[in-house]
Structures are given as structure tokens and as C-alpha cells.
């Protein structure tokens, strides 16, 4: 028997769909279809759930950004959940449409760094943002060190944003952190910060594989050196169990 909370969390789930769709105009029955295909980055084609989906909604919902433009989009975790992702239109968005919003202000270091692996140009050591409100008398200061968010090329060779548009990457840093300082802003991510968390699931899940290899190595040498020396505890020769079933079969015998 379906209980009223599960009548209301379906209620719920349904004016969620309407309320969006009829925001962007679209077809309600074609919108889940249409964004799984759209705002998600799959992970070896893995099917995503109507659960992923509708939490990717709440939260798009919740900083009233467009998932059809990608102002948000997700990749699905491991525990089938997702990682929402806003890319930096739509933290620039979120951030100028918040009613205490009064403005911003960079600030660079003198000192400039250019021997990190890959990059290309010399940029700021640091970067600060100042983010100011308009309920408060002082400003929030953020600083990001180059050196500490730098993102190295994948492949040897290749060029990433981070070795072509380095001191934009860490201006990026910088006013996204201040943001979330500022205003609040919780349960989404940039991209830079989302890849690096699925690439960290993904080493942590290789790094667990090996550990079961190695375990697994180990007791198979551990079994194969314990059988050795039961052998020679009964002056068996290594061969015993099988010259036994081999003058079995010359005999003609069966075990009948």
C-alpha cells in the first residue's frame, strides 16, 4: 500500500519535471530522456537511473541553471549518484544573480612561476579574489597558489587549459573559491574539481584491484610452498598424486 509520504515525494518529483520543463519550454515526457543523453558524461556506458537524474534537476533547480546550454551538467559516481558540474558561465551567473552580490576584484602576484611540468608561458605565483556583499562591511579574500591547483598534461606531449590558459585557469580558481566563501554555494563543482575527483575514484578502484592481485599472489605462493613441505614431511615425491592416477589409467582400473 503506497504510504502519503511516497504520494508526496512523487508529487514532488513531478512538479520538479513540470516546473523545469515548462520553464525551458519543453515537452515534460521527452525532457529525462533528452537530458540523460545531453548533461550527463557517462562512465564506461553505464545506463543513468531517473534517480540520477532528478538529482541533477534539484540541484539545477536550486541555482536556477539551464542543463539544455550546459550550465550544468553531471558525471555519475561510483554509488550511483552523480557529481554535479558548472562550468564557469554558469558560476559567473549564480554569482552575479545573487541579491548581495556587489561586485569583485582580482589581484596578482609579482613573482611569476614557469617551470611547472608542461606549462607554456609564465604565470602569477598567486592570484587573489575579492568578493564583495552588500550586507557586509568587509570583503571575502581568496587566494589561490599556482602551484598548489596546477593540473600536469595527461600524456606527455599533449596540452590541456592548464598549460595553454594557465593564469585563466587560476583566475577561475580563485573566484570560485571566493564565491563559495561568500555566498554559500554547496553540492557542485567545476569542472577542473570534477575530473579529478572521477579520476581519483578511478585510481582508488585500480589501487584496490592490485591489492586483491597482489593478496592473491601471495596465498597462492603461500598454499603452493605449504603443499612442498607437507610433502616432504610424508617423503612423498613431488609428482606422487599424478604418477598415481597415471598407472591407474595403464592398469585399465576404475574406481567402480
Same mark, same amino acid.
Given at each position: 500500500?503506497?504510504?502519503?509520504?511516497?504520494?508526496?515525494?512523487?508529487?514532488?518529483?513531478?512538479?520538479?519535471v513540470?516546473?523545469?520543463?515548462?520553464?525551458?519550454?519543453?515537452?515534460?515526457?521527452?525532457?529525462?530522456?533528452?537530458?540523460?543523453?545531453?548533461?550527463?558524461?557517462?562512465?564506461?556506458?553505464?545506463?543513468?537511473?531517473?534517480?540520477?537524474?532528478?538529482?541533477?534537476?534539484?540541484?539545477a533547480?536550486?541555482?536556477?541553471?539551464?542543463?539544455?546550454?550546459?550550465?550544468?551538467?553531471?558525471?555519475?559516481?561510483?554509488?550511483? %549518484?552523480? *557529481?554535479? !558540474?558548472?562550468?564557469? @558561465?554558469?558560476w559567473? &551567473? +549564480?554569482i552575479?544573480?545573487?541579491?548581495?552580490?556587489?561586485?569583485?576584484?582580482?589581484?596578482?602576484?609579482?613573482?611569476?612561476?614557469?617551470?611547472l611540468?608542461?606549462?607554456?608561458?609564465?604565470?602569477?605565483?598567486?592570484?587573489?579574489?575579492?568578493?564583495?556583499?552588500?550586507?557586509?562591511?568587509k570583503?571575502?579574500?581568496?587566494?589561490?597558489?599556482?602551484?598548489?591547483?596546477?593540473?600536469?598534461?595527461?600524456?606527455?606531449?599533449?596540452?590541456?587549459?592548464?598549460?595553454?590558459?594557465?593564469?585563466?585557469m587560476?583566475?577561475?580558481?580563485?573566484?570560485?573559491?571566493?564565491?563559495?566563501?561568500?555566498? %554559500?554555494? *554547496?553540492? !557542485?563543482?567545476?569542472? @577542473?574539481?570534477?575530473? &579529478? +575527483?572521477?579520476?581519483?575514484?578511478?585510481?582508488?578502484?585500480?589501487?584496490?584491484?592490485?591489492?586483491?592481485?597482489?593478496?592473491?599472489e601471495?596465498?597462492?605462493?603461500?598454499l603452493?610452498?605449504?603443499?612442498?613441505?607437507?610433502?616432504?614431511?610424508f617423503g612423498?615425491?613431488?609428482?606422487?598424486?599424478?604418477e598415481?592416477?597415471?598407472?591407474?589409467?595403464?592398469d585399465?582400473?576404475d574406481?567402480?
Amino acid at each position: 500500500m503506497q504510504t502519503a509520504l511516497e504520494d508526496v515525494t512523487r508529487a514532488d518529483k513531478v512538479s520538479l519535471v513540470k516546473r523545469i520543463a515548462h520553464r525551458y519550454g519543453v515537452d515534460e515526457k521527452k525532457m529525462l530522456a533528452t537530458l540523460k543523453a545531453t548533461a550527463f558524461r557517462q562512465r564506461d556506458g553505464q545506463d543513468i537511473t531517473n534517480e540520477q537524474m532528478m538529482a541533477l534537476l534539484v540541484v539545477a533547480d536550486q541555482y536556477k541553471l539551464n542543463p539544455f546550454t550546459r550550465e550544468i551538467y553531471a558525471f555519475p559516481d561510483k554509488n550511483l %549518484g552523480i *557529481v554535479p !558540474i558548472v562550468g564557469v @558561465d554558469g558560476w559567473s &551567473r +549564480i554569482i552575479n544573480s545573487h541579491p548581495q552580490f556587489d561586485g569583485m576584484e582580482f589581484r596578482y602576484s609579482e613573482d611569476t612561476v614557469d617551470n611547472l611540468p608542461g606549462q607554456q608561458r609564465p604565470a602569477p605565483e598567486w592570484i587573489e579574489c575579492i568578493m564583495y556583499r552588500k550586507d557586509r562591511d568587509k570583503p571575502v579574500t581568496v587566494r589561490e597558489y599556482l602551484d598548489e591547483v596546477y593540473r600536469a598534461p595527461f600524456k606527455q606531449g599533449m596540452s590541456g587549459p592548464w598549460q595553454t590558459h594557465t593564469r585563466r585557469m587560476l583566475r577561475h580558481k580563485a573566484m570560485i573559491q571566493a564565491a563559495r566563501l561568500a555566498f %554559500g554555494f *554547496v553540492g !557542485i563543482y567545476e569542472p @577542473d574539481e570534477a575530473e &579529478r +575527483i572521477i579520476e581519483g575514484e578511478v585510481i582508488h578502484e585500480e589501487q584496490q584491484m592490485e591489492k586483491v592481485k597482489q593478496k592473491t599472489e601471495a596465498l597462492k605462493k603461500k598454499l603452493s610452498k605449504e603443499a612442498e613441505e607437507a610433502a616432504d614431511d610424508f617423503g612423498l615425491p613431488e609428482d606422487y598424486g599424478h604418477e598415481d592416477v597415471k598407472n591407474n589409467r595403464d592398469d585399465g582400473s576404475d574406481d567402480e
